[in-house]
């Protein structure tokens, strides 16, 4: 089954812990990016990749890492995480559209309480 | 830059009743629009989707029309079911130098009673 897969799908954790959330896709996917939800401002880019060690900054980067190191992984990494980190986090993929193929595919979300 | 800006919600209807959620758009180029639905504790599917002018998307009994003369991607159901319960984000997407771009309005939460 084609699928983004997040893990963990919830954590809590304390102010400073770094943290990883992982991101996987097995659709052979160029383009991965990471978002956060939050109340009344919808969804907001953090992150994107184009491909293995291509990835640029979204619209709210400020306090999040991402490597691609391997084509269908691109985790995310709070390094020093504070409680307005406190959101649910999407990871998702996508071919380029000169394939003719594209379209998102979202993963089933992370929500991370920082405390 | 880009936004989408999505009717103030949420949104409480009977069972059957018309369902109309609106969605307008700026965008510097000729972007795509999409309209994806968030189930409880789900994450986003894809609804439907537009890639220009005068396309219209549907599925599942939604509709929408991509109006450049509006700059508008309205939702639209005849009759909606308490299973359409969800919240509903309206979102274009434009492929630049560096990559694609999807942007997302803020949301309508929809309830639907039976």
């Known amino acids: 089954e084609a699928q983004v897969t997040q893990n963990p799908r919830y954590l809590i954790t304390v102010t400073g812990k770094k943290l990883t959330v992982t991101c996987s896709q097995n659709m052979n996917h160029e383009y991965m990016s990471w978002y956060r939800q939050d109340p009344g401002l919808g969804l907001r880019q953090i992150y994107y990749s184009m491909n293995v060690e291509v990835t640029d900054k979204g619209d709210v980067p400020e306090g999040y890492k991402v490597s691609r190191k391997e084509k269908r992984n691109f985790p995310l990494i709070l390094e020093s995480p504070s409680p307005n980190q406190t959101s649910l986090y999407f990871c998702a993929s996508s071919s380029h559209s000169n394939t003719g193929k594209w379209g998102y595919t979202f993963g089933s979300g992370t929500r991370l309480t920082v405390v | 830059g880009n936004s989408v800006t999505q009717m103030e919600g949420p949104v409480t209807l009977s069972e059957e009743a018309f369902l109309t959620i609106n969605c307008t758009y700026t965008?510097?180029?000729?972007?795509?629009l999409f309209w994806y639905v968030q189930y409880p504790g789900e994450g986003l599917q894809l609804l439907l989707k537009a890639t220009k002018a005068d396309d219209k998307g549907s599925n599942k009994g939604f509709e929408a029309t991509y109006r450049k003369e509006t700059t508008s991607f309205h939702l639209e159901k005849g009759s909606v079911q308490v299973s359409d319960s969800a919240v509903y984000f309206c979102?274009?997407?434009?492929?630049?130098?560096?990559?694609?771009?999807?942007?997302f309005g803020e949301g309508t939460q929809l309830t639907v009673n039976p």
């Open positions: 979102a274009l997407l434009e492929w630049e130098t560096s990559g694609s771009r999807l942007t």
């Open positions: 965008a510097t180029g000729y972007p795509s």
